[in-house]
């Protein structure tokens, strides 16, 4: 069965210091694998996401992400925090099921930046 | 200005009364799908749709019905509500394929009395 954990419900950062937001997965067949962002009072948008080819992926707003086989990680990165990167963050897998396909989320990290 | 569409946007109902939460999508999607969001357990998939007439069910069905007669339209179904119904919904669309984005509409706050 496929899941995917975020280590922490909830990160602080100053501004301008390295953002980490942490997603391990468990999935018996190569996932597909997402960011999405969330600000307040809106529906989820992507970030990025891993397919196929490089691992490591560039996605909007400076954030990036490692796919790591070996580690089935998916962290994500920024190396400066805005006060605007203050939302909640979500990890999610999706892969083929019958028919169709499946996406599982993480439960989510929210994500405050100090001035 | 390609979006999803949910309405209503809040709801307040008492249990036991039926009600219908709309969800349309311009970009001629296949794919459609509603989702619950509660606080500490993140987005939980509720049914999916893979085209008009393929509805499937996701992780937490039970109380839910959805049907799919066009193609853009997607509404989720409450029979009877029940208050552990009360929770975030959101309605969602991406081209057919594991690996496509999902585009999300705004939500529809629910609160059963």
């Known amino acids: 069965a496929q899941s995917v954990t975020q280590l922490g419900s909830h990160v602080s950062v100053s501004e301008g210091a390295l953002v980490l937001l942490r997603c391990n997965y468990s999935?018996?067949?190569?996932?597909?694998l997402f960011w999405y962002v969330q600000y307040p009072n809106q529906g989820l948008q992507l970030l990025l996401k891993y397919t196929t080819g490089a691992t490591l992926v560039k996605g909007i707003n400076g954030f990036e992400a490692e796919f790591k086989k070996s580690e089935t990680s998916f962290h994500l990165t920024k190396p400066s925090a805005h006060m605007s990167d203050a939302a909640e963050y979500f990890c999610?897998?999706?892969?083929?099921?019958?028919?169709?396909?499946?996406?599982?989320f993480g439960a989510g990290t929210r994500l405050f930046v100090k001035a | 200005e390609a979006q999803v569409t949910q309405n209503p946007r809040y709801l307040i109902t008492v249990t036991g009364k039926k009600l219908t939460v709309t969800c349309s999508q311009n970009?001629?999607?296949?794919?459609m799908s509603w989702y619950r969001q509660d606080p500490g357990l993140g987005l939980r998939q509720i049914y999916y749709?893979?085209?008009?007439?393929?509805?499937d069910k996701g992780d937490v069905p039970e109380g839910y019905k959805v049907s799919r007669k066009e193609k853009r339209n997607f509404p989720l179904i409450l029979e009877s509500p029940s208050p552990n119904q009360t929770s975030l919904y959101f309605c969602?669309?991406?081209?057919?394929?594991?690996?496509?984005?999902?585009?999300f509409g705004p939500g529809t706050r629910l609160l059963v009395l």
């Open positions: 999935s018996s067949v190569p996932p597909y």
């Open positions: 970009m001629n999607h296949e794919y």
């Open positions: 999610a897998v999706s892969r083929a099921n019958g028919g169709g396909f499946k996406t599982i």
């Open positions: 969602a669309s991406s081209l057919r394929g594991s690996q496509e984005t999902q585009y």
């Open positions: 749709s893979m085209n008009v007439e393929v509805t």
